[in-house]
């Protein structure tokens, strides 16, 4: 049965100057009356970021068919978004939970009551354990963590000491690679992890986890290679603790937004009719994908080979012309504080009048640059005029939603029709 989270608070918070991009008459309404009040997005300041609702919806049921196919379970990563809007969303179309990377996103989940959570991460800190050790007081709660070293272990119980726990903390046995990020660096070393992590009374071993995508940035053999390895012995390592496992539900967890294909292949040659046994992604940019990074190495973008079904940029920045100093360079009235920049910057798509015009291709521009509140629009072949609007393609979900407290939702990428405000906690 789908979890139905505590979302009707959000309509009823009320809306003010301090919001950003939010429409002057819109201050002092809750959402719930700003949104029954029809609003359109050319009401909105400028720089905005607008989603677009029919391509999430899409994307969404793009992945639930891609996973259900190939026997996976999905628990995106919500830290992607911090949206618990759009967490409902994603357990709405057949997630099984959600996963986050701090405890401190673990307690914000909690409040909206989400009941199945898997932090991506190490929990070592006395507050955040107690607090841990006092959810778990809740049967419905599944939760389960990661360890990469007997220290960690030794730290929790250290941290648990004279504290009874209802149930012992699910851990996944994390497995890195050498030079890489967290992670047992062997296999070998990494069985002994499990090894403490059975003998244990605070924790109970509940599988492998382990996070691919650092291992590559693009779609060369050599990436690619580097992955599958990686994801071999990540099985590997699930079938040496075969002896370890207990009765309960196991984890066997990979899968970033850019390499969730080969997951899934090299998991499907270890799979077994082991009912206890969740196989699992952790895929989290999907839901909006985006114009840059995921658009170039996702293996369901559009540009890909043999995709039928796609995923979809469901984001878009707006941004308006402020500065026109020299022929061939424009300013906008956004930047890092405003659009995402670590994974590429924002690429010019259209320009209009004004937002709710018609748009118009922008043929030869770039953002060669970006300041905190100021990008560089370079032109060559195209000249725009101070105060139009310049629609731009983004690359990174991860470090969009963290930039804003609401983000519009538009019916589609045709319409002007605000059908939604989705909030994050970041």
Known sequence: M????????????????????????AFGLTVREFLDSEPRLSEFWTPIIA???????????????????????????????????????????????ITLAT?????????????????????????????????????????????????????MEQALAGVTLDRPIDVCIELGQVGGRTGARTVDEAIAVARRAAASGVVRLAGVGGYEGSLGHDRSAHSVDAVRRYLERQVELHRALGD?????????????????DIVADVYAGAMTDDARTHWTLRSGAYITHDDGFYRGI??????????????????RGIARVVSHPERGLALIDAGKRDFPFDEGLPIPRGVAADIGQTWRALVGAEISAMNDQHSYLTLTDQDVAIGDVVSLGLSHPCT???????LPVVESAESDRVIDLVRTFF
């Open 2 to 25: 789908t979890t139905s989270l505590l979302l009707d608070d959000l309509g009823s918070e009320r809306l003010s100057a301090r919001d950003k991009g939010i429409p002057a008459r």
């Open 51 to 97: 989603l677009d609702d029919q391509a999430m919806q899409g994307n969404l049921d793009v992945m639930r068919e891609w996973t259900v196919t190939r026997g996976l379970e999905l628990m995106p990563h919500g830290k992607t978004t911090m949206a618990p809007a759009l967490w409902q969303r994603q357990l709405d179309a057949g997630c099984t939970g």
């Open 400 to 406: 969009a939603f963290d930039k804003w407290h609401y």
């Open 103 to 155: 405890m401190g996103q673990v307690r914000t989940a909690r409040t909206f009551g989400l009941s199945s959570i898997m932090l991506a991460n190490s929990v070592v800190d006395e507050r955040s354990l107690r607090y841990l050790a006092a959810e778990l007081a809740d049967p419905a709660f599944r939760f389960v963590c990661w360890v990469d070293s007997a220290a960690t272990i030794d730290a």
């Open 244 to 260: 370890l496992y207990d009765d309960g539900d196991i984890y066997v967890t990979a899968g970033g937004s850019a390499y969730f």
């Open 298 to 315: 996702s293996p369901l973008d559009e540009a890909g080979d043999n995709v039928a079904n796609p995923l979809r940029s469901a984001m």
